[in-house]
């Protein structure tokens, strides 16, 4: 008796846990499968994240560059951003038109988009122009002429500078991520394609 006692104590526990093991499972495969992990950036915010660094960046080498005190870098960056807002919109246009153009000219399309794809290209660009001398209009009041000297070289060396750091960060991450496509997750095999003679 005392024996049936101490087993019917040891084994209901453990009948209890293998019924719950057994039946868990199948409990829960009525439950949603949980979603699939997001990455923390996704390739647009993270770029978005950059180009905001950069224009951090930018500002405070301006500064430097320009040699603005604070009340004159308000005055200037309360012109200057807007118009480089303008402008990086424009670029981006025109690259769009460009790589348009590209896929018009190695496609079997008509001379009549190409030739439309290039006057855009050509109108974007004197939008550009026209943006640029409209801002050096309206800096004339804040900067002086050898300020405005500067900040033109400035633009076009730091521009280049951060085309140089770009590049060499792809370079290093493909380095790092042999057959890889930053963002894209597809390896670098190229298609065959014929060659040209």
């Known amino acids: 008796m005392f024996y049936t006692i101490l087993i019917q104590r040891l084994f209901r526990p453990m009948i209890v846990a293998l019924s719950l093991g057994f039946a868990l499972p199948i409990l829960a495969q009525d439950a949603a499968p ?3 992990p997001q990455h923390k950036y996704d390739a647009e915010t993270f770029k978005q994240r ?11 080498k301006l500064r430097d560059a320009l040699l603005l005190d604070d009340e004159t870098a308000k005055k200037f960056f309360a012109v200057y951003d807007p118009a480089e807002k303008n402008m990086i919109d424009l670029v981006k246009e025109r690259q769009e038109q460009e790589l348009n153009l590209l896929k018009l000219t190695q496609g079997d399309n008509n001379d009549a988009a190409i030739d439309q794809a290039m006057q855009n290209i050509k109108a974007i660009n004197r939008k ?4 640029s001398e409209q801002l050096d209009n309206n800096l004339k009041p804040v900067l ?3 300020q405005r000297r500067r900040l033109g070289e400035f633009e076009k060396k730091f521009n280049q500078q951060v085309r140089e750091k770009v590049r060499d960060r792809i370079q290093e991450w493909k380095e790092n991520h042999p057959g890889k496509h930053p963002f894209k ?12 003679k």
């Open 144 to 146: 002086n002429p050898r």
């Open 50 to 60: 950059i180009l905001e660094k950069v224009i951090e960046v930018k500002h405070e």
């Open 34 to 36: 949980p979603p699939p």
């Open 128 to 131: 550009l122009l026209d943006q």
């Open 185 to 196: 997750g597809k390896t670098t095999v190229k298609p065959n394609r014929p060659k040209i």
